[in-house]
């Protein structure tokens, strides 16, 4: 089995920043892409910012320049910091990442739980 829990959520001002973690456990042989999602309330859920094993990112316009995503591939973790916060930032965000399992060597897709980041004064 395979979990992912994310950890630094919580309550920031406009203009904060918060560094969210994502550590992966379980009967991993390897971890290929990492992803963050957000999911507002009444909104879907949406792709934040993604990252190759090999380092190359992507991330949604809305937080280009503010929100920057990396791992280390040796504590099979995932990170996002999250800089100049706004209240539109509000959602519970999930770690994503596709991971190939030791024996069988499948490949399958995984989420954490979620964690709550929540932007106001």
């Known amino acids: 089995q395979v979990q992912l829990a994310e950890s630094g959520g919580g309550l920031v001002q406009p203009g904060g920043s918060l560094r969210l973690s994502c550590v992966a456990s379980?009967?991993?042989?390897?971890?290929?892409?990492m992803r963050w999602y957000r999911q507002a309330p009444g909104k879907q859920r949406e792709l934040v910012a993604a990252?190759?094993?090999?380092?190359?990112?992507t991330s949604a316009d809305s937080v280009k320049g503010r929100f920057t995503i990396s791992r280390d591939n040796a504590k099979n973790t995932v990170y996002l910091q999250m800089n100049s916060l706004k209240p539109e930032d509000t959602a519970v965000y999930y770690c994503?990442?596709?991971?190939?399992?030791?024996?069988?060597?499948?490949?399958?897709?995984?989420w954490g739980q979620g964690t709550q980041v929540t932007v106001s004064s």
């Open positions: 994503n990442a596709d991971i190939q399992v030791l024996i069988s060597k499948r490949s399958a897709n995984y």
């Open positions: 379980g009967s991993i042989f390897t971890i290929n892409a």
């Open positions: 990252i190759t094993r090999g380092g190359t990112t």
